[in-house]
């Protein structure tokens, strides 16, 4: 399971982060990126691809990740910034300051997908990473978990439109909310599904 970050090893790198985002498809709220550096000889047991766990797996899984991670940081860009420099852009944004906050440094990048982060770190993309490699899986959780809590805080600052279910995705209720109520500030009014309502 751990067989990227051995190769990393082997390579000379000691400092090996996962990087991934949670939020880049949802109409509203932001883009979510973690940064994870795990310990050699991490167990596997319980970590997977975040969408493949449910609610109550992926927090555990995240106590368990945050509290035997070397390190592990978490970073977003807000709706105002996908709107200015689009979506990929503000994922890349969010997984760099991510990457940036960690401590210590990491001297290497598991990126899941296909665009690097912009940084000097060196660094390999990995298509499906967040089912392939271990410290990418152990990052997506932490990205799913943190966008759902901001998420569900959303719901109360915003009610009616049903984020804490939804979670700013496209749903039936979602879209139903947007014709009722119209959108509200953390809606990415450029997003289709947005941009067509009166």
Known sequence: MDSFETRARAMGYRAI???DEAGRGPLAGPVVAAAVILPPGFRPEGIRDSKALSPAARKRAHTRITAEAVSFAVAHSTPEEIEEVNILRASLLAMRRAVERLFPPPDFLYVDGTFPVPCAVSQETLVAGDSRCLSVMAASILAKV???EMMEEFDRVYPGYGFSSHKG???????????N????PIHRKTFRGVRTQP
């Open 181 to 184: 109520l119209g959108p509200c």
């Open 17 to 19: 982060a996962g990087v």
């Open 146 to 148: 943190a966008r759902d």
């Open 169 to 179: 995705y496209p749903t039936r209720k979602h879209l139903a909310a947007l014709r």
